[in-house]
């Protein structure tokens, strides 16, 4: 038997995430999805860009979401998983550039 903490049954709760406050939930909903529609960027471009943010902040549900709009949309495997990199290779570059926390200790202690 396969369980997991993260169920993809659970992502078609999403919509009840304001039950308990519902004017913050209204509020979210209005902002997500002006944020998430055609804008100066395309749905298509927006919906990489919410990819990519999803593997970079381990999000399954977005994942799931998000790997399904694409398809939707007609975005290929190829573009997804380019997205994908593009998202690791920027987490990569962010804790790569805190290390300059480290080295400037490193270089203090050493004088």
Do not use: W
């Not at 396969?2 to 519902?22: V, W």
């Not at 970079?56 to 949309?73: F, G």
């Not at 007609?74 to 593009?86: K, L, Q, R, T, Y």
Request: net charge negative; glycine share 6%; with cysteine.
């Amino acid at each position: 038997m396969s369980n997991t903490y993260y169920e993809s049954k659970d992502l078609k709760d999403f919509p009840q995430i304001g039950e308990f406050a519902t004017k913050e939930g209204e509020k979210f909903f209005e902002y997500y999805g002006q944020a998430t529609s055609a804008g100066a960027l395309s749905e298509r471009e927006k919906s990489l860009i919410a990819l990519a943010v999803s593997h970079t902040e381990n999000c399954p549900y977005c994942i799931d979401a998000y790997t399904n709009k694409c398809l939707s949309l007609g975005i290929s495997n190829d573009e997804m998983m380019e997205a994908v990199h593009v998202g690791a290779s920027m987490k990569a570059g962010v804790v790569l550039a805190h290390a300059t926390q480290m080295r400037k200790i490193i270089k203090k202690k050493e004088m």
